[in-house]
């Protein structure tokens, strides 16, 4: 065993001795290497270590693209990088061989800690990074992490000192930073920033600056991007003085060429905003046999839309994906959507950067993108290496000018599609119907509505998106509401505020005139849809259901026609074609149709009986003769002596209803509050790389639930402060028999406040 061991030492030695001559020939070769001399069009070809060349070879990564042949050579040399180049050319391996290779060189073991840290932007493409370093390092002996949020940051913390690459979003690393000891950055070697422009743009730019702060000055730092639009002071924020371009010049505003692959199909349609959900759902059922991706504003739009054509079942196999859902299911998504041959996953831009998702065909931007470099990164997500792809955006009218102006400066000229509104088909009716029947996807409405007119709000590029013009009640009916939901957004003008109390105060005089919402509608004038009156009908659940048999029926008729050649079907139902309203089949409708409310509400004002001993029925208040009376004593003393027992009964009676009252009001508040915290829980959960949230205002509780409970309502302890809260069933159900609108509540303030709020009150 001495002799073996003895043995081993020495041939260790002598290894060891092969391996310093071997990265000492490596580095001489990458001195003399001369990209231009070399002509090398194979991986094989670069002064590249072998175990790194044999991952690569395992990984059937062969030749480089030309992102890699012009990147490498010079990361490999040491200099700070700044790289672009279109999306899906190899930017990845571009950054992480040169990484896997410097710490080979250095000799790098897992006492010496960080050597590289990897920045992604999402925690999707973290994870991808991280799946491509395991593949192509699975030969090299140093360890290598991913950490994101949504993971168990204890599980990571146990694991943290030993790593010598760590891949990561921001968040995350800051956390690490603050919390492990374990972490070691003094030694870091390289610094890379994958989709550099996205790590550096002001959401990210504190933590990143934090990061930053932590590391050492002396370090290489590549940056990566199929775009390129931040400035030199965001560069020198790295300490990248003195770094080699690659690339920039083809991805810039001022290139000749357009910074899409040559191999993407471009076209766009100009849509009304009400009408977008048809054209996307009849391109849905038009592409069945297609893997598509459908890029919406926000993770509301998503949920909303994902739930409501689940719902109409298109035909093909449906998923979505943004930031608010949990880890697992983004996670399993991802897979799931990677493998499918034929499906439709509609996302945010949580993923409209750098994932690599395998043969999509069609990538469908349902929302303008706020720009023109969220519009390459997105269609970037089909036709990747080589491969041949399509992409379809929708504008609005007020979209359409603009952007195309956008696109055109980057050289982006998309193709026109029109479809013929003879041809559109509409899901409208079957929306409202899903709707009407389903409080929940109501409520998905209402907050997908506001997270719409939200993002065009706070869009920038006001010669793009013109909030003003926002054909709001159009859309909100396209969405199958029943009106547009109110939204006050941070920084409308109190001005504008205080011009619609005043109106809103002068029309009160026609007290008769307010809807539900306190709104002055000229009833003369209002034309009632069928869409109304379904909504004011009673037995609503009988008819809706009936209803949307009618037009999911319609549907499946139409699956076959062709998207540029379809038909139109009138969805309209004559009102005197609606069937005879009959008895209801299942147990909880039939209970509800029987209930005492329900028989009451179709016999008008009850009149209240008493009974005589011998069993005949009296009104409450009978009128007796006039000599009877008189033969009870003085009128006056009678009439003083009955105020007195009313009165008392009237106290004893307030103060049980009062009890009774103060206790349900704990009740709808405890429901709401929990209602809340679970909102609040869910907003925490949210990556902050998904959709940008701001410019709204939302109240919530002090954060303690004893605190928030200890008064019986908010407005006592917060006089004039705005309430919005998600409705309990209770309120919802008292809004399906009405408006349907999202009811918000303001204290009053001023008298005009006062009477507005009457007015609402007596209405109702
Ligand atoms: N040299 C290569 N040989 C074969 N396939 C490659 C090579 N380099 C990259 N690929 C493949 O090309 C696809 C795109 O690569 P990658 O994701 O690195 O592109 P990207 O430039 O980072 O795109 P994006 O800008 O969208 O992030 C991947 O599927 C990857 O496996």
Redesign the pocket.
């Known amino acids: 065993m001495a002799k073996k061991g003895k043995t081993s030492t020495a041939a260790r030695k002598q290894l060891r001795q092969k391996e310093d001559a071997y990265i000492k020939e490596l580095e001489t070769k990458i001195e003399e290497f001369d990209p231009k001399i070399s002509r090398g069009e194979h ?1 094989k070809d670069l002064p590249l270590s072998h175990q790194t060349l044999k991952g690569l070879r395992d990984s ?6 030309e ?2 042949k012009m990147s490498i050579p010079v990361s490999l040399k040491g200099n700070d990088v700044l790289a672009a ?10 950054f992480l061989i040169p990484v896997i290779e410097k710490l080979y060189r250095e000799r790098w073991t897992e006492f010496d800690g960080l050597g590289a840290l990897i920045i992604s932007p999402t925690r999707e ?1 973290a994870m ?1 990074t991280y799946e ?1 370093l395991t593949k192509i390092g699975r030969y090299s002996s140093f360890s290598a992490g991913l950490v994101i949020g949504g993971k168990d940051v204890k599980f990571e913390l146990d694991r943290i000192s030993k790593i010598n690459i760590l891949v990561g979003t921001p968040g995350r690393i800051l956390q690490h930073m603050d919390q492990a000891v374990g972490l070691n950055t003094s030694n870091l070697q390289v610094l890379v920033l ?2 550099a422009d996205r790590c550096l743009d002001m959401g990210f730019k504190k933590t990143l600056d934090a990061i930053v702060m932590n590391l050492p000055p002396v370090r290489q730092t590549l940056l ?3 775009t390129q639009s931040q400035s030199l002071a965001d560069l020198a924020r790295l300490s990248l003085t003195d770094y080699k371009s690659v690339g920039t010049a083809e991805v810039k505003d001022d290139s000749n060429s357009a910074a899409t692959p040559d191999t993407l199909q471009q076209s766009y349609i100009s849509v009304e905003l009400p009408d977008k959900l048809d054209i996307l759902f009849s391109f849905i059922k038009t592409h069945l046999k297609s893997k598509m991706i459908v890029f919406l504003s926000s993770s509301k739009q998503v949920h909303f839309v994902y739930e409501t054509f689940r719902k109409l079942q298109p035909g093909i196999s449906l998923m979505h994906l943004h930031g608010r859902q949990k880890q697992t299911a983004r996670t399993e998504t991802l897979d799931k959507f990677s493998r499918a041959q034929h499906t439709c996953l509609f996302a945010t831009d949580v993923v409209a ?4 998702f ?1 043969a999509v065909d069609w990538v469908v931007q349902a929302d303008c993108p706020e720009n023109v470099d969220t519009y390459i ?1 997105r269609v ?2 089909s036709a ?2 080589g491969k041949q792809g399509k992409s379809l955006v929708m504008l609005t009218p007020q979209e359409e000018e603009g952007f195309l102006k956008r696109l055109k400066q980057r050289h982006i000229e998309p193709n026109k599609l029109t479809i013929k509104q003879s041809r559109k088909k509409s899901i409208k009716p079957q929306l409202q119907s899903l709707l009407f029947q389903d409080p929940e996807l109501k409520y998905l409405g209402q907050k997908a509505f506001i997270s719409y007119v939200r993002s065009i709000f706070i869009q920038k590029d006001k010669e793009v998106f013109k909030f003003e013009e926002l054909p709001t009640e159009e859309y909100a009916n396209s969405l199958g509401l029943p009106g547009a939901p109110k939204i006050k957004m941070k920084g409308m003008k109190s001005v504008e505020r205080a011009k619609e109390l005043k109106n809103t105060s002068r029309q009160l005089l026609s007290l008769s005139k307010a809807n539900d919402d306190g709104e002055i509608v000229d009833r003369s004038k209002e034309v009632r849809t069928k869409h109304d009156k379904m909504f004011n009908r009673k037995n609503q659940t009988v008819l809706s259901e009936h209803y949307l048999n009618i037009t999911k029926a319609q549907a499946d008729e139409d699956e076959e026609d062709g998207f540029m050649t379809m038909k139109r079907q009138d969805h309209e139902i004559k009102e005197e074609d609606l069937p005879q309203l009959i008895a209801p089949t299942s147990k909880r409708a039939l209970r509800k149709a029987t209930s005492k409310k329900a028989s009451l509400a179709g016999k008008g004002n009850p009149s209240k009986l008493v009974f005589d001993e011998e069993g005949h029925a009296h009104p409450i208040y009978e009128l007796e003769g006039e000599e009877d009376f008189h033969k009870k004593g003085d009128a006056v003393d009678q009439k003083n002596a009955f105020l007195l027992k009313e009165t008392e009964t009237m106290t004893s009676v307030d103060v049980e209803d009062k009890k009774l009252a103060k206790v349900k009001r704990q009740e709808k508040k405890r429901k709401r509050l929990e209602a809340m915290r679970r909102e609040a829980e869910a907003e925490m959960d949210h990556d902050s790389s998904d959709d940008k949230e701001g410019g709204y205002q939302v109240t919530i509780g002090t954060g303690n639930l004893s605190d928030d409970m200890d008064s019986d309502d908010d407005e006592d302890r917060h006089p004039g402060k705005r309430r919005r809260f998600p409705e309990s069933t209770e309120e919802s159900e008292e809004r399906r028999a009405g408006s349907g609108k999202f009811v918000e509540i303001e204290q009053p303030e001023t008298l005009e406040d006062l009477e507005s709020l009457t007015s609402r009150l007596i209405q109702s």
């Open positions: 991986f059937a990564f062969i030749k480089m693209t992102i890699q180049a279109k999306t899906g050319s190899g930017k990845t391996l571009a493409l991808q491509v994958d989709e990566f991007s199929a950067r750098g994932i690599d395998p990164h970037g997500r990747r290496y």
